[in-house]
Each structure stands twice: as C-alpha cells, then as structure tokens.
C-alpha cells in the first residue's frame, strides 16, 4: 500500500517562510511526477507545483518566484519551499503523486491527507 505523509506546515507571519515535506511509502514500483495542491477555505484545489524526478519543474505563473518544488528521488520525497508568504496562501496543501505500485497494478494518482498552512500576524 502507497501512502503519501505530508509534514511541516503551520502558522507563520506575513513576509516569512516555510518548507513543507511529503514523502512517499509502500510498495512503490516507479514515481512518474510530484505535485503540491492548495486548496482555500471555501476555494477549489488548485496546483501550485509539480516535478518529475529527475526532470523539470512546473508550476503556474501565479505560483512563480516565491514557491519552490524540489524531489529527493532517493528518499521518495519531495519539498516545497514557500517564502514571502502572504495571507492569502492560507490553505490546507496537498501531496500529490503519479505512483505505479510494485503489485503489478495501474499507475494510480495518491493524494496525502493535507497540511495546513495559515498566514497570518
């Protein structure tokens, strides 16, 4: 079983930063992409970033130049960077990842159970 654990998020003051880490577990055969979600209270769940290991990064420009993805592909982990923080990043962010599971099975999309991150002063 593939599971996906989401850690570092909490309060942080505007201006500031955090990094938040996501590693994946289980029986993996083979990671094809990473990504962050976000979602707001009362907003849809949007990307924030994605990496393929060992490849490029994506991310919306909306999420460009304050928001970094970074993978280690040895521990199954990935990182997003978070600086300059602003009230409006508050949301519950979420671990995503395209896994085929070494039982043999389809590719399958894992999602994490989220963090929370709230900005505020």
């Known amino acids: 079983q593939v599971q996906l654990v989401e850690s570092g998020g909490g309060l942080e003051q505007p201006g500031g930063s955090l990094r938040l880490s996501c590693a994946a577990s289980?029986?993996?055969?083979?990671?094809?992409?990473m990504n962050w979600y976000r979602q707001g209270s009362g907003k849809q769940r949007e990307l924030v970033a994605g990496?393929?290991?060992?490849?490029?990064?994506t991310a919306p420009d909306s999420m460009k130049g304050r928001f970094t993805i970074s993978m280690d592909s040895a521990k199954n982990t990935v990182h997003l960077q978070m600086n300059n923080l602003k009230p409006e990043d508050t949301a519950v962010y979420y671990c995503?990842?395209?896994?085929?599971?070494?039982?043999?099975?389809?590719?399958?999309?894992?999602w994490g159970q989220g963090t929370q991150v709230t900005v505020s002063s």
């Open positions: 289980g029986a993996i055969f083979n990671i094809f992409r």
């Open positions: 990496i393929v290991p060992g490849g490029p990064t």
């Open positions: 995503n990842a395209l896994i085929r599971p070494q039982d043999g099975g389809p590719t399958y999309s894992y």
